[in-house]
């Protein structure tokens, strides 16, 4: 049974630092590329960052670029999302998803937002 569950979510202050973890099982996950998603209340769900299977090329939205890195340990089936300089506009529920690689890449993936996987999600608040 595929599975991705997310975890590090929680209350960070304005400028704080949190890393998200997605945990896969169920497959292999260097098959696949690997994305963390965002919805906030009200909003549509945005490709936050992915990661490609083979040569971990990644891919950020704008609003994120230089502050959220992403990464994977495929040994340990775990992909992170490093998130620094934690701005107001960042809270959200995020979302880890996945896609063979056979049918994405890092940037499509994102840009497009059709996962066959997705998780549960981990809700992160930025306040003071």
């Known amino acids: 049974q595929v599975q991705l569950v997310e975890s590090g979510g929680g209350l960070v202050q304005p400028g704080g630092s949190l890393r998200l973890s997605c945990a896969a099982s169920?497959?292999?996950?260097?098959?696949?590329?690997i994305g963390w998603f965002r919805q906030a209340p009200g909003k549509e769900r945005e490709g936050v960052s992915c990661i490609q299977a083979s040569n971990s090329a990644t891919f950020y939205t704008n609003s994120v670029e230089g502050r959220f890195s992403i990464s994977r340990d495929n040994a340990k089936n775990t992909v992170y999302l490093q998130m620094n300089s934690l701005k107001p506009e960042d809270p959200a529920v995020y979302y880890c998803a996945a896609r063979h690689r056979v049918f994405t890449s890092s940037q499509a993936l994102c840009v497009t937002a059709n996962p066959r996987y997705w998780g549960q999600g981990t809700q992160v608040t930025v306040s003071s």
């Open positions: 169920g497959f292999t996950l260097d098959d696949y590329v």
